[in-house]
Every structure is written in structure tokens, then in C-alpha cells.
């Protein structure tokens, strides 16, 4: 098929997002829904039902320390979403400072790490707030340590370093043991710099063989004389349901106390109603894993029909690659350098929605303009074949266009 002869099927797809499908969602329709029975009070007799408990419900938090590898009380258990807690930590951060330092404002300049390509939103955040964002090649064992290193040791005005340690977003990046003991033990010329770990996509395995095993950050850093060092995000958003899950926030005692002196003024608790029924319904790490097998299979068939339809479409051509990642949601594709925004624009000529190019860098700016996000997760699976051509022949004529002009 031709690009013409695909633009005349008149399709309207969405590949912008990574949410989770219709079938995903329906995986806890039932267990969810039927997990309270009119049963508002908790293990220890707290009625769910009102204010109270600002770092989160007991249970909840023993719930997110068996997922993390942490103790209770280093873990906040919040409302649905990790990216208000990173949001609200930095600007906790520049208004109140870190445990022991000065609010961030007070600084000529803020500068954050940022490994790319990335996660739009973890750039959207450091740009609403008017803070500098430092690109960091990605070396497909995480973040270039060297430059990290470096950069992190000579200037002060470096505060955080945003982190996606396993299947990062969009790379699908698993940072190596080599890379994250690196980070946890580095120097840095900040005395107050943090670690945004977010580890959203720590449960999300595409592979059965081969899954990356989180490390334990808050440890790591405690052991390399850095205890405060990391804040750890995660949620269950694509474990149950992507708008009604439950965030939460891994660090320190001290991290933790900061934390609660900060929130404690926007908030008077989180819904432990939607905290109680999710510990009710996935009641351990085990019996979440097998909720996650059921995703994958849900998922594996998007991912595997992208990837060989690229292949089919794409192979052999120069300068194009694309990643197969063995878990998260998200494939990159690479388009000879100065065609990533033709392709995605010729692909929404022809019906096909993306992310931007040049999303995933801060600013929005690829100097390259190679990067395109790929996100098969929320069409069918026969919309994602179609989605799949349509974008493997919009790089196609992109790159037949550069040549009938050369």
C-alpha cells in the first residue's frame, strides 16, 4: 500500500497518549467495585468516610512499602496521580526549600538533569516553573553518568534530576545496576539536590523473561551517606484504573516530615475510601503481579504488531530504528535526522493522531528532529496495525520527499 492509497481509507485513530484501553480498565471493574460492601472502617476502625491521616491510610502505606521495598513509614500514600506529587515536591521546594536548606526561589537559578528523550510532563512542570532544563544523553543503560557526573559536581544551581529508572517514558531505558548505584553515590555541588525518581512503570512488564527488577533507591542513597536524596514516585493509575488510583511518595523520615509540614496546608487527608478498596481488591504485590500479567497480554499484541509491522514497512532503510521495549508504554521510532515533524504531520494528513515530535525534549525542541512517541496502548489492536502502516509510510514519503528534491 502507498501513502495515497492509505490516506484514501479516511481512518481517525489516536496514538497520542500511553492510557490504558477500554479491555484494560474492565480487567477491575468488579473487584474494585465490590471491594467496600457498604464497609467504611479500616483494619485499625477509621471511618474512611472522613477527614484525617494526611500522609495516608495505615494499610495503604504498608501497601505501597511492600511495592516499593521501603518501610511505612518512609511512604505517603496520596490521591491518584504521582505526577501532582512530583509537581507539588518542587514546588514545595521553591517556596520552602528542602529539609535544612533555603526555598529555591531565593536562587539566581534552578537547573534540572533531564535524560532525554523523556516525559513531556516531568519537562512541562520544571518549564511552568521557570526552571533550566539540562538535556542528558541516554546511553541505553540510563543517563550518560559521565556528563551527570559532572555537571551535578561543578554547579550548585543543579537542584533535581528527573529519573525513570525501568521502561522509562519513551524510551523504554532500564537503568543499569552500574547506573543507579552511580547516582545514588555521586557528588553534587547542591547540598539540598534530590532525585525525581519516578518509577511509574516499575509493575508494567511486556516480557515474561528478562524483567527489570527495580532497585531500592532510599536505601542505596541512605548507604552512600545521601538519605534524603531520592524521592520515589509510583502509582497504581495503569494498574487499576488510570484516573482513580493511588500515588505514592518513597523517601526519608526527614523527606517525609518536610512533607507533611508542606502538604498539611493544601490538604486534611487523601481519599481513603479509594485507598481502602484498593488495598481490599490487590491485597498484596503478588496479587498485583498477576493483575499485570493480565495487562500484558492485553498489551504484548499492540506492541509486537507495531514493531513487525515496522519492520515489514521500515527495514533496511537508513537511519530509521525504533525500539523494542520489554515493558512500559511507549516505542520510539527514529526518522532520519529533520524528519520526525513531516512524518507526524503527514500521518495526521492521513488520519493518525501522535504526540509531537519533539515532545519528549525539553522546550519541545529534538535538534536532531528524529524522535517520535509511539503509544499503542489504547486503540484495538486492528486500529494499531492500521496506525502502525499509516505512520511507517508517512516516514516513507517524508523521506521520498527530502530525495525528490536532492
Not at 513531556?120 to 538535556?135: K, S, T, V
Not at 484498593?278 to 514493531?307: G, I, N, Q, W, Y
Not at 525539553?362 to 536532531?368: C, I, K, S
Amino acid at each position: 500500500m502507498t501513502y495515497d492509497e492509505f490516506k484514501r481509507l479516511k481512518v481517525s485513530i489516536d496514538m497520542t497518549r500511553g492510557k490504558p484501553s477500554a479491555a484494560q480498565l474492565d480487567l477491575c471493574v468488579d473487584g474494585l467495585g465490590n471491594s467496600l460492601k457498604d464497609e467504611y472502617l479500616s483494619r485499625d476502625g477509621i471511618d474512611c468516610r472522613n477527614y484525617g491521616h494526611p500522609l495516608g491510610l495505615p494499610e495503604a502505606r504498608e501497601f505501597g512499602a511492600e511495592l516499593l521495598g521501603a518501610r511505612a513509614d518512609q511512604i505517603v500514600a496520596a490521591g491518584n496521580a504521582s505526577l501532582e506529587l512530583m509537581h507539588d515536591a518542587i514546588v514545595f521546594g521553591m517556596l520552602h526549600g528542602m529539609p535544612g536548606g533555603t526555598p529555591w526561589r531565593l536562587n539566581e537559578e534552578i537547573a534540572f538533569l533531564c535524560p532525554v528523550p523523556g516525559y513531556d510532563r516531568h519537562f512541562a512542570i520544571c518549564a511552568a516553573l521557570g526552571i533550566r532544563m539540562i538535556p542528558v544523553p541516554l546511553t541505553g543503560e540510563g543517563p550518560d553518568m559521565d556528563f551527570v557526573e559532572a555537571q551535578a559536581a561543578s554547579n550548585p544551581s543543579i537542584k533535581g534530576m528527573w529519573c525513570m529508572p525501568s521502561y522509562s517514558n519513551p524510551s523504554g531505558e532500564v537503568y543499569s545496576t552500574s547506573t543507579v548505584h552511580r547516582l545514588a553515590a555521586m557528588q553534587t555541588a547542591a547540598p539540598d539536590f534530590r532525585l525525581f525518581w519516578d518509577d511509574a512503570y516499575r509493575f508494567h512488564h511486556l516480557a515474561t523473561e528478562g524483567r527489570a527488577v527495580p532497585m531500592n533507591m532510599i536505601d542505596l542513597c541512605a548507604g552512600a551517606g545521601h538519605p534524603d536524596r531520592p524521592l520515589v514516585f509510583a502509582s497504581l493509575s495503569k494498574v487499576t484504573f488510570a484516573g482513580a488510583g493511588v500515588a505514592f511518595l518513597g523517601s526519608s523520615q526527614s523527606n517525609i516530615a518536610w512533607w507533611q509540614r508542606c502538604s498539611g496546608v493544601r490538604t486534611i487527608g487523601p481519599d481513603k475510601m479509594n485507598q481502602l478498596r484498593h488495598v481490599r481488591f490487590l491485597r498484596s504485590a503478588a496479587s498485583l503481579e498477576r493483575l499485570m500479567d493480565l495487562h500484558a497480554a492485553l498489551l504484548c499484541p499492540k506492541f509486537d504488531a507495531v514493531t513487525a509491522t515496522f519492520a515489514e514497512v521500515l527495514g533496511g532503510l537508513s537511519n530509521v530504528s525504533w525500539t523494542k521495549p520489554a515493558g512500559g508504554y511507549f516505542i520510539s521510532l527514529y526518522s532520519p535526522q529533520g524528519l520526525a515533524k513531516r512524518t507526524v504531520n503527514l500521518a495526521a494528513e492521513a488520519g493518525i493522531a501522535m504526540t509531537p515530535a519533539g515532545a519528549a525534549f525539553p522546550l519541545g525542541v529534538d535538534a536532531e528532529d528524529r524522535h517520535m512517541r509511539i503509544a499503542p496502548s489504547f486503540p484495538k489492536l486492528e486500529d494499531v496495525k492500521l496506525a502502525a502502516q499509516g505512520i511507517a509510510l508517512s516516514l516513507r514519503r517524508a523521506i521520498d520527499e527530502r530525495a525528490s528534491v536532492m
